[in-house]
C-alpha cells in the first residue's frame, strides 16, 4: 500500500476536500503516486478559486452590463456614420 502525507490529508480534508482527492493528492506529494495527480488538483482547484472571486465580484453582471455599453456605443457610431453619409451624398447631389 502506498504510503500518503497524513497531515496535507488532513489538512486538505479539514478545507473540504473530498476523501478520494485528498488521499490520492497526499500520496502523490509523498512521492507514492504519479505527481500528475497533484497537478490535476492544483489546477481544478485553481479554476474553481477564480469562478467564486469573480463571481464575488460581480463578474457575470459586471459582463453584461459593460456588453450592453458596448451595444449601445456601437450602435450610435454606426448611426453617425450613416448620417455623415446621407450628408455627404445629399452634398454630391
Known sequence: MAKRDNDLFDSLRARGVRKKVADRVAKSV????????????????????????????????????????????R??????RSDAAKRAARTRA
Not at 481544478?44 to 463578474?59: K, M, P, Y
Open 30 to 73: 509523498n512521492g507514492a503516486a504519479k505527481p500528475k495527480v497533484a497537478r490535476r488538483a492544483v489546477s481544478d482547484l485553481s479554476t474553481v478559486v477564480a469562478e467564486i472571486q469573480d463571481r464575488i465580484q460581480g463578474g457575470p453582471e459586471k459582463r453584461r452590463a459593460a456588453a450592453k455599453k458596448a451595444a449601445r456605443t
Open 75 to 80: 450602435k450610435r457610431k454606426a448611426q453617425r
